[in-house]
């Protein structure tokens, strides 16, 4: 059948399995928008008011669900207010297809209205990008882009349609089965989750000398750490039989939170800047350490030279690049984490380290609880109320107190910005979330962020999207005033947030229910009413403005050299 280019992206994203994209309009994409409102019925459109917040949407969607998201925007300054979406994106390796319009072709190279070299500007932080230029190649360019978006490391690709392929018109035939994409295939057979048949087994045969180094490694080792990444989302029970079988405790990177039980003996917490005292002193103490789906951060290693200095280091990664980039290994293994944790622990020998293990444990933090209104009771409160719930982050001292204090027990129930670190990322990612689960979503957030996507309180007001927003609100840039105490001589130069809006009044004029709470016992009371409304709420925590994130190692330091305990 004859389709035009705007109607062939539509039939396609439907092919792909896609329900809702997140996007907001212009005058290049109306073609997409005009087969959007013919098909409403078998696509739903999440209109934001902004176009970043539709890619954090679209990112946090993919986050909390595994499927890829979808957003859509115009030309120009429509494709450049999703630099940061994408950039975020990429840095998280979530899959996101980026969809942007363009001028008509003829008009391009010329200056014209609205008109951006998106290509050129996302190159950087993409896996991969297309310019479509003929409506014929416009199918096989999606399912490309969709196929791309999640083998391998996962991450962001764009495809921008100039309009006059939007129009143009030619024959579409639907995929039969599932799309075959010719002439591609991933870098690496094990870097799939599908079932390779015979690929697998000649990746087995391949890989199997590594593999039986590592054996050797792993038991000549008396300390041995698991050290779990993002990479693990999809692997949390083979990451969890190995630590059983390895008898080696697990310490994670913020974005492998929820890999491992927080209440398991072996789970150590996260690793870091602000990671707890028994994952960072485990870290340096440890004979062997194997790294699975990490990249080495900085803000993971401190000071690289005096990085785990006693450790043997095992790096299991599905990108070649992150293989010695940052860390040197004794030993790496390039495939999925899923598929290589299984067959490490298929050959291993069960090990016992019952010692270290107590050792390592004995070191974790134990609380007092107390009714201090502050950020850790809070998030101990919240936990109580809202369990596993999907929890969503911005960025600063809020998204460390949340990562420190609320015991995420299940992959993808933590959504934040790890890599980027992208203030106003918390409430669009929450509301994709949200739409992909079909389920509330508690959004932790500081007043400096929540600044920066408070208009989403319209997207989700309207679209019912129940996000309870819970607002730690201390009157700064709470994180950035932290340094300031600690580094600079206390110049509290631009931190300090003495002005509107009056987050409840703001509440009001959306629509939306608000509390503003001084005590646990307000918190408690306010949380469980947000929990039964079933729609967006804001509960405001009012705290101190010196407030710190504890604990803390000073950028460039060891480790376990902590300057605030």
Same mark, same amino acid.
């Given at each position: ?13 439907? /092919? ?11 005058? !290049? ?5 005009? /087969?959007?409102?013919?098909? /409403? ?7 934001? !008011? ?72 996302? @190159? ?36 921008? +349609? ?34 390779? =048949? ?29 050290? !779990? ?30 890999? +491992? ?36 951060s900085d803000r993971a290693l401190g000071n690289a030279e005096a990085f785990a200095p006693g450790a043997k280091v095992i790096h299991i990664d599905l990108d070649r690049a992150e293989i010695n980039k940052n860390v040197s290994t004794t030993l790496h293994i390039t495939g999925h984490a899923r598929v290589v944790l299984e067959l490490l622990c298929e050959r291993l020998p069960a090990q016992h380290h019952a010692d270290w293990v107590r050792q390592a444990g004995s070191m974790r933090e134990n609380y007092l609880q107390n009714d201090l209104f502050e950020p850790r009771n809070v998030l101990h409160a919240l936990h109580e109320a809202a369990g596993d719930m999907t929890v969503a982050t911005d960025v600063g001292q809020h998204q460390m107190w949340t990562a420190q204090h609320f015991p995420f027990s299940r992959p993808r129930q933590l959504i934040t910005s790890g890599g980027l ?26 007043? =400096? ?64 229910? =608000? ?36 604990? @803390? ?13």
């Amino acid at each position: 059948m004859k389709l035009c280019g705007a109607a062939i992206l539509i039939e396609c994203l439907i /092919e792909q399995g896609v329900q809702t994209l997140f996007g907001f309009p212009g005058g !290049a994409v109306l073609p997409i928008y005009d /087969e959007l409102y013919k098909r /409403e019925d078998r696509i739903s459109h999440i209109l934001t !008011a902004h176009e970043q917040h539709a890619g954090h949407a679209a990112d946090g969607y993919a986050r909390a669900t595994g499927r890829t998201g979808v957003c859509l925007a115009t030309s120009g300054p429509g494709a450049t207010n999703l630099v940061t979406a994408i950039a975020t994106a990429y840095m998280d390796s979530s899959p996101v297809v980026f969809l942007t319009g363009n001028v008509p072709q003829q008009l391009m190279g010329t200056d014209s209205f609205q008109e951006a070299d998106i290509l050129g500007i996302t @190159m950087s932080i993409t896996k991969h990008s297309w310019l479509v230029t003929d409506v014929r190649k416009l199918a096989q360019t999606v399912r490309e882009a969709f196929f791309i978006a999640k083998s391998g490391r996962p991450g962001p690709v764009l495809i921008d +349609i100039p309009k006059d392929v939007q129009i143009a018109e030619c024959e579409y035939e639907p995929a039969s089965g599932q799309a075959l994409i010719p002439n591609y295939s991933p870098d690496h057979p094990a870097l799939q989750l599908q079932p390779y =048949g015979k690929q697998l087994e000649e990746y087995k045969r391949r890989v199997t000398p590594y593999l039986e180094r590592a054996c050797e490694l792993i038991q000549a080792a008396q300390r041995p750490l698991i050290y !779990a990444g993002g990479g693990v989302t999809d692997a949390a029970s083979e990451l969890k039989a190995l630590s059983e079988r390895m008898d080696a405790p697990v310490a994670n990177t913020l974005m492998g939170l929820g890999t +491992i039980d927080p209440q398991s003996p072996m789970s150590l917490g996260m690793v870091g800047m602000h990671g707890t005292h028994a994952a960072n002193i485990a870290m340096q103490r440890c004979d062997l350490l194997l790294a699975v789906g990490v990249r080495f951060s900085d803000r993971a290693l401190g000071n690289a030279e005096a990085f785990a200095p006693g450790a043997k280091v095992i790096h299991i990664d599905l990108d070649r690049a992150e293989i010695n980039k940052n860390v040197s290994t004794t030993l790496h293994i390039t495939g999925h984490a899923r598929v290589v944790l299984e067959l490490l622990c298929e050959r291993l020998p069960a090990q016992h380290h019952a010692d270290w293990v107590r050792q390592a444990g004995s070191m974790r933090e134990n609380y007092l609880q107390n009714d201090l209104f502050e950020p850790r009771n809070v998030l101990h409160a919240l936990h109580e109320a809202a369990g596993d719930m999907t929890v969503a982050t911005d960025v600063g001292q809020h998204q460390m107190w949340t990562a420190q204090h609320f015991p995420f027990s299940r992959p993808r129930q933590l959504i934040t910005s790890g890599g980027l670190g992208t203030m106003g990322f918390g409430f669009g990612a929450a509301i994709g979330a949200s739409v992909g689960t079909g389920k509330p979503v508690v959004l932790v957030t500081g007043d =400096g962020s929540f600044r920066m996507n408070l208009t989403e309180l319209s997207t989700a007001q309207h679209y019912g999207v129940p996000v309870i927003i819970v607002l730690f609100n201390n009157g700064t840039l709470g994180m950035v005033r932290q340094w300031q105490t600690l580094f600079f001589s206390k110049h509290y130069s631009q931190t300090t947030l003495d002005r509107g809006p009056d987050f409840m009044k703001l509440a009001e004029a959306y629509g939306l229910a =608000g509390w503003r709470v001084q005590t646990l016992d307000a918190f408690r009371q306010a949380i469980a009413q947000a929990l039964d409304a079933g729609r967006p709420c804001i509960v405001e925590c009012m705290l101190g403005i010196d407030e710190m994130v504890a604990p @803390m190692v000073a950028p460039g330091a060891p480790i376990d050299s902590f300057c605030l305990n």
